[in-house]
């Protein structure tokens, strides 16, 4: 899908009342009071990729994070800021596809990516986070041995992909499991703070 179909498509979508994608998810919250909260306790710098409608990053704004969102959906980005002033929480929006984005070397405490997972962008992902720097990840998978599209992803992960996709991360916590017709990846994992540590 071309960048401006992408950005028609989630435009509409975000449109529709759709409270799931306003409530952090399950995931998100457990991964972060295990892996994140007792590491940052005066929070930090955080970059939510293909943010949608802010669920994640309302949540981190609200408990003192600085936080940036990005989204291809320029919908999405308008509501997030209509709710950001409405909660008076700063946030950096832009209104564009995550291959638009400008990743800087070590700039994110914490970089939350939730069902947009490009695999040409993983490197740069993992190189915006600062030593110790998390990435929590949820996105779906191939789980049927068959070769059928996923209805939630065009381009699905296979299994145990993820971990080939982010080797200089130390995994944190990592699982898969069968959802309906396909497949979630769950995972945590953490930039080292020297290269000793990988």
């Known amino acids: 899908?071309?960048?401006e179909e992408q950005r028609l498509h989630w435009d509409q979508k975000y449109q529709e009342e759709m409270t799931s994608l306003t409530k952090p998810d399950p995931f998100f919250l457990s991964a972060y009071k295990q892996f994140v909260e007792d590491s940052f306790p005066n929070a930090g710098v955080v970059l939510d990729l293909a943010g949608g409608l802010g669920r994640h990053a309302l949540w981190l704004a609200s408990r003192g994070w600085q936080v940036s969102v990005v989204d291809i959906s320029?919908?999405?980005?308008?509501?997030l800021r209509q709710s950001a002033l409405q909660l008076g929480l700063p946030l950096g929006l832009f209104a564009m596809a995550a291959t638009e984005y400008h990743f800087d070397p070590a700039q994110f405490d914490l970089i939350v990516l939730f069902y947009h997972l490009d695999r040409a962008l993983c490197e740069k992902i993992v190189s915006a986070?600062?030593?110790?720097?998390?990435?929590?990840c949820k996105t779906s998978l191939r789980w049927d041995s068959d070769k059928r599209s996923s209805s939630a992803s065009h381009n699905p992960l296979e299994r145990?992909?993820?971990?080939?996709?982010?080797?200089?991360?130390?995994?944190?916590y990592?699982?898969?499991?069968?959802?309906?017709?396909?497949?979630?990846?769950e995972f945590v994992g953490r930039?080292?703070?020297?290269?000793?540590?990988?």
Not at 74 to 79: E, H, K, P, T
Not at 129 to 136: A, F, M, N, S
Not at 191 to 198: F, G, H, K, W, Y
């Open 191 to 198: 930039m080292p703070e020297t290269a000793s540590d990988l």
């Open 160 to 172: 145990s992909e993820i971990l080939s996709l982010v080797p200089n991360l130390s995994v944190m």
């Open 174 to 185: 990592h699982r898969e499991r069968p959802v309906l017709d396909r497949g979630v990846v």
């Open 74 to 79: 320029v919908v999405a980005i308008s509501r």
């Open 1 to 3: 899908m071309k960048t």
């Open 129 to 136: 986070l600062k030593p110790g720097g998390v990435l929590i």
